[in-house]
């Protein structure tokens, strides 16, 4: 079998500049997404760079039952993944009582359920071939996020399993990292329906930058990663300042943003 990196989301954002980033550092891709186009053009690109063409394969990780279709096709394309790049994800702005329930739970689905199969269904072979697993989460995973609580919440879930995953395979000799970016301009933020505030401007990076940023990450097999330097400090006094204040300022904001 042939070793792979394989990338969730990787048809736009941060998941199509990780794909960038692993095929130049030589690694062989299963690109997963759900738009098919996107992600043929994306392994046109990479082919017409002189790497090996990405493998494509257009599934709903919402879907119960995907990670098995997932799994099924690598074996039978001769491939099995050395890295698993659990990238896919989305957000939605809103008090949660008013949004929709299936959609909040569509997000429970794809966030945290499809992430956490991925991360335990290929374990053997990424343990055989001594790689990785790099799950995306967010510095919203340090803080609860009235406006956005079942995404925070869910991001939160991530950045737990992960650091927990971290040690529970350290003896195996497989990496698992966290990546927590602050904002990144991508479709993430017209999905989510959230406006940035102009002040979100010093903590945002471009995806290019937070995909090398998680590429090192993994590669030096650090346990959790955030993104770029402001975002580093915010995180450190996150930890400082008690919860309830944190709450009504990510609340204020929140009801500011949705014009409430
Ligand atoms: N942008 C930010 O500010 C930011 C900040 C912190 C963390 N993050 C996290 O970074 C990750 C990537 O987000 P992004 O900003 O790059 O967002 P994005 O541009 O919206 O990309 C999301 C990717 O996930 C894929 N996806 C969505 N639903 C899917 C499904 N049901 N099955 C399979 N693939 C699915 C999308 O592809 P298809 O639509 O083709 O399926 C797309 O490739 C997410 O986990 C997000 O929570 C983003």
Redesign the pocket.
């Known amino acids: 079998m042939k070793p792979v990196a394989l990338i969730?989301?990787?048809?736009?954002?941060?998941?199509?500049?990780l794909a960038r980033v692993f095929a130049a550092h030589g690694h062989e891709l299963v690109l997963?997404?759900?738009?098919q186009d996107?992600?043929a053009a994306l392994a046109d690109e990479i082919a017409a760079s002189g790497r090996p063409r990405p493998t494509v394969l257009?599934?709903?990780?919402?879907?119960r039952g995907?990670v098995a279709t997932l799994a099924a096709d690598l074996s039978a394309h001769g491939l099995e993944p050395a890295i698993v790049v659990?990238?896919?994800?989305?957000?939605l702005s809103g008090a949660a009582a008013k949004l929709s329930r299936d959609e909040q739970l569509?997000m429970i689905?794809?966030?945290v359920r499809?992430l956490t199969e991925l991360s335990l269904a290929f374990v053997d072979s990424v343990a055989r071939h001594r790689g990785g697993i790099l799950n995306?989460?967010?510095?919203?995973a340090f803080l609860p996020g009235p406006g956005m609580a079942v995404?925070y919440a869910?991001?939160a879930y991530?950045l737990s399993f992960s650091e927990a995953l971290h040690r529970e395979l350290a003896g195996s000799g497989i990496r698992v990292t966290a990546?927590?970016?602050?904002?990144?301009?991508?479709?993430?933020?017209?999905?989510s329906g959230m406006r940035?505030p102009a002040a979100a401007k010093i903590f945002?990076l471009s995806?290019m930058r937070?995909a090398q940023i998680g590429y090192d990450g993994l590669m030096r097999g650090e346990r959790v990663v955030i993104a770029g330097g402001v975002n580093k400090i915010a995180v450190g006094l996150m930890r400082l300042i008690p919860n309830v204040l944190l709450l009504r300022a990510v609340d204020r904001r929140a009801r500011r943003a949705g014009g409430e």
């Open positions: 969730t989301g990787a048809s736009a954002g941060i998941g199509g500049e997963v997404a759900r738009r996107r992600l257009a599934l709903d990780l919402e879907t995907t659990n990238n896919a994800g989305f957000g569509a689905d794809l966030n499809a995306v989460a967010s510095i919203a995404y869910s991001k991530v990546l927590c970016p602050g904002p990144v301009q991508t479709e993430f933020q017209r999905r940035l945002e995806a937070v």
